[in-house]
Each structure stands twice: as structure tokens, then as C-alpha cells.
């Protein structure tokens, strides 16, 4: 707890001299510049006690607890269905290419339109292969 203590002083202060320094260096009399200087300091006063280190900790704690459920949840196998999924969507937006270039007639574009979807079929097998390999 000390050490987020000190952390917690240690921004405190790094925030107090950029105040500082921001209001010293503004072209402003010296009266007025101490006066906002006061003023700035009093507001970071304010502002740090306001904090609730109990709650950031919580708050924190919760996050990496939530992070860590995900990750334990991202397994093999469940990265393989969601690529077998993908492969299928894939494969189908290669179809509907290959469709439409028949239906349009065009030789050329429907010998790519095939090309393109076997080489989808191509890649999207190598990926799952290797999946299912590791």
C-alpha cells in the first residue's frame, strides 16, 4: 500500500510542477501569477484528496480479473470453430463471386472469380490444418 501511496504522491507532485511551471511561465504579472499558482495548487489539493484508493483498486483488480476469464475462456478449440466459421463465410463469398460472374457472362472475370475461390479454399484449408496441427 506504501508503495501506491508513493506512486499516488509521486504524480501529485509531477502534476503540481507542470502547473507550476505552466502558470510561472505565462506572461502575467508576478502577483497574479503566484495568486493562480495558489489557486492551482489548492485545486490538485482538492482533487487528490477526492481520490478513492480503494476503489481504483478495486476497480483494477476486477479488470484483470475479467482479462484473465477471457483468456482462459480463448482455448484451442474454440479459436477452431470460430476459423471454421470464417473459412465457411469465406468460401461462400467466393461462390457468390464465382455466381456472379457467370451470371454476367464476362469468360474472363469468371476465370478469375474461379481462381480467386480456389485459392480461398486453398489458404482458408492451410489455416485450419495448421490449427488443428498446434
Not at 484508493?53 to 478449440?77: C, G, Q, Y
Amino acid at each position: 500500500m506504501s508503495k501506491r501511496k508513493s506512486g499516488m504522491g509521486k504524480l501529485l507532485v509531477g502534476v503540481g510542477i507542470g502547473a507550476a511551471l505552466g502558470v510561472l511561465f505565462a506572461p502575467k504579472k508576478g502577483s497574479e501569477t503566484r495568486k493562480e499558482l495558489k489557486e492551482k495548487i489548492d485545486e490538485l489539493i482538492a482533487k487528490a484528496k477526492e481520490i478513492d484508493v480503494e476503489e481504483v483498486k478495486e476497480n483494477v483488480t476486477l479488470k484483470i480479473e475479467e482479462i484473465k476469464l477471457e483468456l482462459s475462456e480463448l482455448d484451442k478449440e474454440k479459436v477452431l470453430k470460430i476459423a471454421k466459421q470464417k473459412a465457411k463465410q469465406i468460401q461462400t463469398m467466393a461462390e457468390e463471386l464465382v455466381s456472379y460472374a457467370v451470371e454476367k457472362g464476362t469468360p474472363i472475370l469468371e476465370k478469375s472469380a474461379n481462381a480467386v475461390r480456389e485459392k480461398a479454399i486453398d489458404v482458408t484449408k492451410e489455416v485450419l490444418a495448421k490449427l488443428e496441427k498446434e
